[in-house]
């Protein structure tokens, strides 16, 4: 845990690369002329880090067009400041709605101005999955691995992570940073759509190997362990 000096040093750091983007990324190289509809945009598409993108609901918030909504997002990625994970249907994906993840959980709070407050469990869940999904990126580009990510999603039921290659999809991964478990209806939709795809479940506090009825739960650095062996 960081001591209060290391803390203040850290939020500052944070909420500086937080102006600095805005001024010096956007304002200064005019990808906007807007800048104030972009703030707002920001803000709340920040609040909506890890979650399937709800364009409408996004653009009334901030008062800013749908068509703009897109725009923006588009900003975002060109920027690296994000990135999105597509729904495993490939051919829905021209009216299928994405995830959007923020590069970085500390600047999600920062924009959010919430560096000082506890993240609530929900939150919590949502910052988890954020560093997960990076995190393997992150060693699927160091290790030049030729996999795809995306999520499967069925009605209200919904798998995290799905790694696949050029045969299919490879290992499955629901990401959890409480002890609820994930539905034994979703593990049992899943394995009908996907039969013989291992399913786990990466935890953010199990700090051993456990089982339940339906699936393996591993703590986070082991679920990164077998992902380095795919």
């Given at each position: 845990?960081?001591?209060?000096g290391q803390h203040k040093l850290a939020a500052g750091h ?103 407050d506890p993240p609530t469990p929900r939150e919590r869940g ?105």
């Open positions: 845990m960081l001591i209060d944070l909420k500086s690369y937080h102006t600095t983007y805005i001024k010096e990324e956007i304002q200064a190289e005019a990808l906007t002329r807007n800048v104030g509809s972009f703030q707002r945009f920001l803000n709340i598409s920040a609040q909506s880090n890890g979650q399937v993108i709800e364009f409408a609901n996004i653009s009334r918030e901030s008062s800013v067009p749908a068509s703009t909504v897109k725009e923006y997002y588009q900003i975002l990625e060109d920027t690296l400041i994000g990135f999105y994970l597509w729904p495993y249907a490939r051919q829905e994906r021209k009216k299928a709605r994405p995830k959007f993840y923020f590069f970085d959980c500390g600047v999600v709070r920062a924009i959010q101005n919430r560096l000082q949502f910052l988890f999955e954020t560093w997960l999904v990076s995190e393997l990126i992150r060693l699927k580009d160091y290790m030049d691995k030729p996999h795809e990510f995306c999520f499967w999603r069925e009605r209200n039921r919904e798998v995290d992570i799905i790694i696949s290659d050029g045969r299919g999809p490879l290992l499955a991964i629901e990401c959890k940073s409480g002890k609820q478990p994930i539905s034994e209806a979703t593990v049992r939709a899943f394995k009908t759509k996907f039969p013989g795809v291992p399913l786990i479940v990466a935890s953010a506090d199990d700090i051993k190997p456990r089982k339940t009825n339906t699936v393996e739960i591993f703590p986070w650095r082991e679920v990164l362990q077998i992902y380095k062996k795919l």
